[in-house]
């Protein structure tokens, strides 16, 4: 089991969450390690988009698992001398048949585990709601007959049964489909419903003691940090661990928007 509290607590050159050729990334494992070793990190992780059980493009093939573990491993020699490398995955979780607490996950040799939510059930099925906008609501129509609402709450009683499930290591962008409800319809994620969704979450992962991450991927296109800015205070109080990661899908963005995280959080924390 890996203390992130202690290496967040020896450097700011990190990342736990990012993707590559073997899921959805834009460039070779390879050249995310390169980028790492050269941006003087000290700590990198490999977390592919889990394998699921059924068709999706943005996810790794079952096939390409072992693959995944031999680049793996020749990368981690390669730059051992280096940065530290782990090997990990973002598992969704789908429901009780599928996440991160499936025995599945137990037979491969990770470092450790991300949990997330991007699939909702849908009356067609389980639909991925993380995309781009424009997707977005095109499935609002298709899928979700404009119910927001449903949407939202459906997200975050996914993640609430993803925590009672347990078995991962991080909980990855908590709040997201704040960005997509939002777009959807504005001001959404002031009202007080959905503040207490999220509120519910924290208190979840406050009593699980789960470690979360500030997930960076939307800073610069879409000024939005998840969690929202407005609920790390809660965690940072309740003493959560929380690391500060890119999810980098091209190598020269490991670092994007990080360290802006680290001075907000750095600022809340000293006031
Ligand atoms: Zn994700
Ligand atoms: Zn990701």
């Not at 979700?144 to 991962?168: A, C, H, L, P, W």
């Not at 800015?229 to 940072?236: D, G, M, N, V």
Request: aromatic fraction near 14%; charged fraction near 25%.
């Amino acid at each position: 089991m890996i203390d992130f509290s202690k290496i967040i607590s020896e450097s700011n050159l990190y990342n736990f969450h990012s993707h590559t050729q073997f899921c959805d990334g834009r460039a070779e494992m390879e050249q995310f390690a390169q980028a790492a070793a050269d941006s003087r990190f000290t700590h990198y992780g490999f977390s592919p988009h889990s394998p699921i059980p059924f068709e999706s493009p943005c996810n790794m093939k079952f096939s390409d698992v072992d693959k995944y573990i031999a680049e793996f491993n020749r990368l981690k020699s390669l730059y051992s001398d280096r940065l530290e490398l782990y090997m990990a995955m973002e598992i969704d979780y789908l429901g009780d048949d599928w996440g991160p607490a499936s025995p599945y996950f137990d037979s491969l040799p990770l470092d450790y585990r991300i949990g997330s939510v991007h699939f909702i059930p849908s009356k067609n099925g389980m639909v991925d709601v993380d995309g781009r906008f424009e997707s977005f609501k095109n499935k609002m129509a298709v899928h979700f007959d404009n119910d927001i609402r449903y949407v939202v709450e459906s997200f975050y009683s996914q993640t609430n049964r993803m925590i009672q499930s347990g078995k991962f290591d991080i909980i990855g962008h908590f709040d997201k489909i704040g960005h997509n409800a939002s777009h959807f319809c504005p001001g959404i994620e002031d009202k007080q419903w959905y503040i207490n969704l999220v509120n519910d979450i924290i208190d979840n992962i406050i009593s699980n003691k789960l470690t979360v991450e500030i997930n960076t991927k939307a800073k610069a296109e879409h000024n939005k940090f998840f969690p929202n800015e407005k609920y790390w205070k809660r965690l940072s109080d309740a003493g959560i661990t929380i690391v500060i990661n890119s999810d980098a899908h091209y190598p020269e963005l490991i670092n994007a928007s990080r360290p802006e995280a680290l001075t907000s959080l750095d600022r809340l924390r000293s006031n």
